[in-house]
């Protein structure tokens, strides 16, 4: 094989897998953006009067069970959409739609009034987002040294406590502590 050959050869590939990804990331970002749509199935049906007919014995009308239905297929469409590397901002249709869909589950009047409907929806959704970061901070590399002081500031506390009310006895007081030390140092990563 010539070195010109090679050379196409491995452009081709490089060009082919860019490809590849401009159409996966679309692609699963429609199934997202989707997943979220899916779940007002029943209003679009009952908004354009299409007529459905209904044999089912389980449920009540056809809008239920298109809802039910759609409740069903969403959360599938998410995962499959996932597998495409969908954009990350997709992921706001299905929080939008079941963050509605969690406000008519409270909305009993004791929990959310109607006038605040909207209100507590916002909030739930911007409570969740907050929660994301926060967990995602959680396991970054940036919080490891918060964890490793919280760690060994909380084992300190436990051995003061512990030779405070003399629960291990004095000639096994020393070695308790190496002990203590090196375990600590296993938990954070030192070794």
Known sequence: MSKQNFIHRIRTSIKDQGEGETIKSPFGTFLVLF????????????????????EFQYYNNAE??????????????????????????AL???????????????????????????HHTIAFMIGFLLLILLIKWATSRKSKSFYIKTIRSFVSFVMEETEQKDYIKKEKKKEYNKRTVELVDKAVGNE
Do not use: H
Not at 36 to 54: E, R, S
Not at 92 to 118: C, G, H, N, T
């Open 64 to 89: 239920v069970f298109i809802w039910v239905c759609s409740a069903t297929v969403s959360p599938l469409l998410l995962i499959a959409g996932y597998w495409f590397r969908p954009k990350s901002w």
């Open 92 to 118: 706001a249709s299905p929080l939008a739609a079941y963050s509605v869909q969690m406000m008519y589950i409270w909305r009993d009047e004791k929990w959310i009034q109607r006038d605040y409907f909207w």
């Open 35 to 54: 997943s979220g749509i899916v779940l007002y199935a029943d209003k679009i049906v009952d908004y354009w009067n299409i007529p459905i007919t209904y």
